[in-house]
């Protein structure tokens, strides 16, 4: 494992050859798509807006825990935390 | 219609055909259905691509479809359409490994949108799909399940990490299928399984569902063994999602139509780049005739440079580890999934969980990531690789400026044979050295068949497309495909 990440960070050392300083780190695509390709429907109404801060239905309690290792039915069950 | 001798009925027609056919009653799902489940029952011991089989829920759904064509009521474009999904996405009561053992036996309360959609529309879902565990992996060979194998060659790779949705079209065990692609994942395999695959735009088709593993770059997308089968599926599964805070809400267009445009005047691109050191001269001179059968339909072939590509790889794999390091927390033994037995404190339970539950390939990059993003590191590796892929995206908008398409082969080499990497994982990672690009950009892109090489091996041809260009990128794939059969 060792020897595999060190040629993995090997490989990516080559990054190093670049002078990006001056260039703004871009996290996620959709910030800039609008930017980059305009469109005057989507304009109006925003690429990825987000919707409205009001309560929807989620996902029912049984089915969730049904899932769980361990459960009493409304927690989920874990080993003990503070050892003595 | 056409019967086959292997007793597929589908063979020979379009989905758009065979939905046609089922609403009409031509065609009857509960048929159609059986003849996809008995071929899988008869191959997939050898292919490996099932990790699941709904049987009894898709012959059921097939009959009520029918009953449906019966009553004359108004049945979606694909019905009765067999269909299977990828395992890193969510289906409500079947499980979804995404080939981990740590997902073993797990049974998603919810279902993702765009399976959600198909189902909608009247396609039948036969069942999930194996593939490398978490999506991480560009040859199957990392699934907690085994190897899928190459249909075109069963001592070689799919691809992957989409390796079981490649296959199973290949294979003829479903009609279409929905797989995942991060870094080429989607596109990567059609390459190596002689198929269709179609990466979206980033924000084309909600991720509501999918088990994330990077998810500024993560993107659900079809296979399917036309380019217009793979529009239509598109068209199906594409569109705003409430569910999905990226997705967009920019209107869908008919995939179909544009898929069957003519192409002339269009603008293809060949960027220098990739046809470069390390590709495979066979691959090199099968795309090569692919573009000349391009030029031949009346595209205007045009040199363009994307000078950073080399960059792209080491890009990819700063960033999709940080984002795998973080998603990939939320496995930890107490909510859902495997736990070890036999713990007596919290913190070994944690511990124990993710040891036994996680691959080798997985903890790899989950150690890479947290290495990427911690104090020390971070601007020596994730800030500049966030930077970098600025230029990588800057470097396709300039170029989009002369061109409507990019043309480039899939992969650089044909499918490699199963073991021939797993040592080295630098050289696997070279496995999407084409692929990852788009990815970083969040341009659309498709991977299509354009040749074989003198063994026989499947070769594809990438072509990508500007953000929501999908239509373009249709258009011409069916040229190139069209091209072969002329």
């Given at each position: 494992m060792g020897r595999d990440l060190n040629a993995i960070l090997d490989y990516i050392?080559?990054?190093?050859?670049?002078?990006?300083?001056n260039v703004q780190p871009l996290a996620q695509i959709s910030e800039v798509v609008l930017e980059m390709t305009p469109d005057v429907a989507v304009a109006q109404v925003g690429e990825t807006t987000l919707r409205d801060d009001t309560p929807v239905p989620c996902l029912e309690r049984a089915p969730v825990m049904q899932?769980?290792?361990?459960?009493?039915g409304s927690f989920f069950k874990v080993p003990q935390v503070i050892g003595r | 219609m056409r019967t086959e001798a292997n007793g597929t009925?589908?063979?020979?027609?379009t989905l758009q055909e065979l939905g046609q056919s089922v609403i009409s009653g031509r065609v009857k799902a509960a048929e159609l259905v059986n003849s996809y489940l008995q071929r899988i029952e008869a191959r997939n011991a050898k292919?490996?691509?099932?990790?699941?089989?709904a049987s009894e829920d898709a012959r059921r759904t097939a009959e009520d479809l029918d009953a449906a064509a019966r009553r004359g009521d108004p049945l979606g474009s694909l019905a009765g359409v067999p269909v299977a999904i990828k395992d890193v996405i969510a289906i409500e009561g079947m499980t979804a490994t995404a080939g981990s053992r740590i997902l073993e036996g797990y049974k998603p309360p919810y279902t993702a949108t765009a399976v959600r959609r198909l189902k909608e529309a009247g396609a039948v879902v036969l069942g999930k799909l194996n593939c490398d565990e978490f999506a991480m992996?560009?040859?199957?060979?990392?699934s907690a399940y085994g190897v899928v194998r190459n249909p075109?060659?069963?001592?070689r790779v799919p691809g992957g990490s989409s390796g079981g949705s490649a296959a199973a079209v290949a294979a003829e065990l479903a009609a279409a299928t929905l797989g995942t692609d991060t870094g080429g994942s989607i596109r990567q395999p059609a390459s190596f399984c002689g198929v269709v695959g179609v990466l979206p735009?980033?924000?084309?088709?909600?991720?509501?569902g999918l088990i994330a593993f990077a998810s500024s770059l993560d993107r659900i997308g079809p296979f399917a063994r036309t380019v217009e089968d793979a529009a239509m599926v598109l068209g199906v599964i594409a569109g705003h999602d409430p569910?999905?805070?990226?997705?967009?809400r920019r209107p869908v267009p008919d995939y179909v139509a544009e898929c069957h445009?003519?192409?002339?005047?269009l603008r293809v691109g060949v960027p220098a780049e990739y046809f470069?050191?390390?590709?495979?001269q066979e691959v090199k001179l099968t795309v090569q005739r692919a573009i000349d059968s391009l030029r031949a339909q009346g595209c205007v072939i045009t040199p363009v440079s994307l000078?950073?590509?080399?960059?792209a790889v080491p890009t990819y794999y700063v960033l999709a580890t940080a984002e795998a390091s973080a998603n990939l927390e939320?496995?930890?033994?107490?909510?859902?999934g495997y736990r070890a037995p036999e713990v007596k404190t919290l913190s070994d339970m944690y511990r124990e969980t993710r040891d036994r539950g996680f691959g080798r390939e997985v903890k790899r990059r989950i150690l890479l990531g947290t290495y990427v993003l911690s104090a020390g590191y971070y601007d020596a590796y994730y800030r500049k690789g966030q930077q970098v892929r600025r230029v990588l995206a800057e470097d396709f908008l300039k170029a989009f400026e002369k061109v409507d398409v990019i043309v480039t082969p899939?992969?650089?080499?044909p499918a490699f044979r199963i073991?021939?990497?797993?040592?080295d994982p630098v050289s696997m990672y070279l496995a999407d050295i084409y692929t990852v690009t788009a990815s970083l950009a969040g341009i659309c892109g498709i991977s299509v068949p354009c040749g074989v090489s003198s063994e026989g091996l499947p070769i594809g041809a990438q072509i990508l497309g500007p953000h929501f260009c999908e239509g373009t990128v249709f258009r011409a794939a069916r040229a190139i495909e069209q091209g072969q059969t002329v």
């Open positions: 050392a080559q990054l190093n050859e670049l002078d990006v300083a899932e769980a290792p361990e459960t009493d | 009925i589908s063979v020979g027609m292919i490996n691509a099932y990790l699941s089989v992996g560009s040859s199957n060979e990392n075109a060659a069963l001592d735009t980033y924000g084309r088709v909600s991720r509501y569910l999905d805070a990226t997705s967009s445009r003519p192409v002339e005047g470069a050191e390390g590709l495979d000078p950073h590509t080399r960059y939320r496995f930890d033994g107490v909510r859902y899939t992969a650089p080499t073991g021939e990497k797993t040592d």
